[in-house]
T-cell receptor, first 115, second 107 residues
């Protein structure tokens, strides 16, 4: 299995620009998660989906952030307009609910720098 | 929400030494994972261990859910063990990450 795939791996953009991060979960997994890692706040959950439906977006910081999952194999996290404080590493993770197991597997992350 | 405390925050070891990392959490959990974030930033699954004991090579983990703590043991440490170790418990799906233990193993 290829694991969770994220693109791009690095993104540098100017303040005010739209940024789109992409994620392909592990095939067959029914949960998808978006996390953000910063020095100040550590790793925090932004939003997660179950069977392509957003379940909890309480971690999304502002209306500038939006996430979609149009199908079981693709999700996007969009920031519009971007600000310097959005600079962080964004991770996507997926899991398969199997019995009582909820183990999550993480992608390599996208390092976003907003100048 | 669940509060997570990891200790020690920083650890420096000589290659070959053993160590124990601790994770305390405030509420009952159905899920607990340990991760290693390597120097390149990749999050690597170490253990899925909501309760009991598991071993994988030089690493083992124990979670005592009733007492709300988990331990990660690293034996015969190697320089490749360097990085940050995160504990992440949850009641269901929303992993809550601790602040991590930063480990440096010197040759």
């Amino acid at each position: 299995d290829a694991g969770v795939i994220q693109s791009p791996r690095h993104e540098v953009t100017e303040m005010g620009q739209e940024v789109t991060l992409r994620c392909k979960p592990i095939s067959g997994h029914d949960y998808l998660f978006w996390y953000r890692q910063t020095m100040m706040r550590g790793l925090e959950l932004l939003i997660y989906f179950n069977n392509n439906v957003p379940i909890d977006d309480s971690g999304m910081p502002e209306d500038r952030f939006s996430a979609k999952m149009p199908n079981a194999s693709f999700s996007t996290l969009k920031i519009q307009p971007s600000e310097p404080r959005d600079s962080a590493v964004y991770f996507c993770a997926s899991s398969l609910t199997s019995g009582s197991s909820y183990e999550q597997y993480f992608g390599p992350g996208t390092r976003l720098t907003v100048t | 929400g669940i509060q997570v405390e990891q200790s020690p925050p920083d650890l420096i070891l000589q290659e070959g030494a053993n160590s124990t990392l601790r994770c305390n959490f405030s509420d009952s959990v159905n899920n607990l994972q340990w991760f290693h974030q390597n120097p390149w930033g990749q999050l690597i699954n170490l253990f899925y261990i909501p309760s009991g004991t598991k071993q994988n090579g030089r690493l083992s983990a124990t979670t005592v859910a009733t007492e709300r703590y988990s331990l990660l043991y690293i034996s015969s440490s190697q320089t490749t063990d360097s990085g940050v170790y995160f504990c992440a418990p949850t009641g269901f799906q929303k992993l809550v990450f601790g602040t991590g233990t930063r480990l440096l193993v010197s040759p």
